[in-house]
């Protein structure tokens, strides 16, 4: 573990390294305060663990005394290993090697955090290894065949059966959709996974009225098939929460602050 200090909006951070399952490091920021909690926060699709909203909601959670942890899927940011689309069981993956981090230093996750892609994540990982109490999912897709088209093309599939793989430029980088990484996301299957989901396990799901990336109507399927959940319409917010940041903030930190409080 690599626990080199830095300094970043004024607070002390440690920066550590987490090997996952395929021992590729995953590399995050600990915002310390000396709790035995730490809530575990996961960035989206093509972001990383110092996007926004990541950063905001750390320093938000530090200020109440628990510490967070915000850290990059491996294959992005600093953390090493390919950048593949879809993988999302692979991030669901990754986020148990760092809750067994943290349980292996005597240390408790009572909340995970996503955003967009990351909503998705925390949520597959409730479904699949039931170790989690409370999982707050801001802006996930409720339909993963949806989206693909907008992002690739609507003739995505021809060209993969075509040559199994294409390249797609975004912005100043090119990434690689495998035909096997296209398969996986259209194979992710929420209902299914939601329905998994423990009964006692406490999910708030937070979403834009304004969300020009995944429409507001995902959150409120998500609402019809988690047993335990608390819906948030942000009105006029966007995908980014981009004038909406400290709404959004106080609504994480008031969920946040009720279970840790319970769990105490």
């Known amino acids: 573990m690599d626990s080199s200090q830095g ?6 951070q440690q920066r550590i390294e987490i090997p996952n399952s395929r021992n590729e490091k995953l590399v995050g920021l600990l915002h310390e305060t000396g709790s035995t909690e730490v809530v575990v926060l996961c960035h989206g699709f093509r972001s990383n663990k110092n996007d926004t909203i990541m950063t905001s909601v750390a320093a938000a ?3 109440k005394g628990i510490t967070a942890f915000r850290f990059d899927f491996s ?4 953390s090493e290993g390919s950048f593949y689309y879809g993988n999302y069981n692979h991030e669901a993956d990754d986020l148990r090697s760092v809750i067994q981090h943290f349980s292996d230093m005597n240390r408790v996750v009572p909340v995970i955090l996503g955003h967009s892609k990351g909503g998705d994540v925390v949520l597959l990982y409730a479904s699949k290894y039931h170790n989690i109490s409370n999982v707050i999912n801001l802006s996930g897709r409720y339909d993963l065949k949806k989206g693909i088209g907008e992002r690739l093309g609507e003739d995505f599939l021809e060209r993969i059966n075509q040559q199994g793989f294409f390249d797609v430029n975004v912005g100043r980088s090119v990434y690689r ?11 992710t299957d929420m209902h299914e996974a939601c329905l998994k989901i423990d009964k006692d396990c406490r999910v708030l799901t937070v979403h834009g009225s304004e969300d020009e990336i995944i429409p ?15 819906l948030e ?17 106080s609504t994480v930190i008031e969920f946040i602050k009720s279970v840790t409080v319970k769990n105490n």
Do not use: C, P
């Open 216 to 230: 507001v109507e995902d959150a409120r399927e998500f609402a019809k098939i988690i047993a335990n959940h608390k």
């Open 177 to 187: 959709f495998t035909e096997e990484s296209i398969m996986e996301r259209l194979n």
């Open 61 to 63: 959670i530090e200020k």
């Open 75 to 78: 294959g992005n940011g600093e």
């Open 7 to 12: 300094t970043s909006a004024g607070a002390e």
């Open 233 to 249: 319409i942000m009105e006029g917010a966007d995908h980014w929460y981009t004038k909406h940041q400290s709404q959004l903030v």
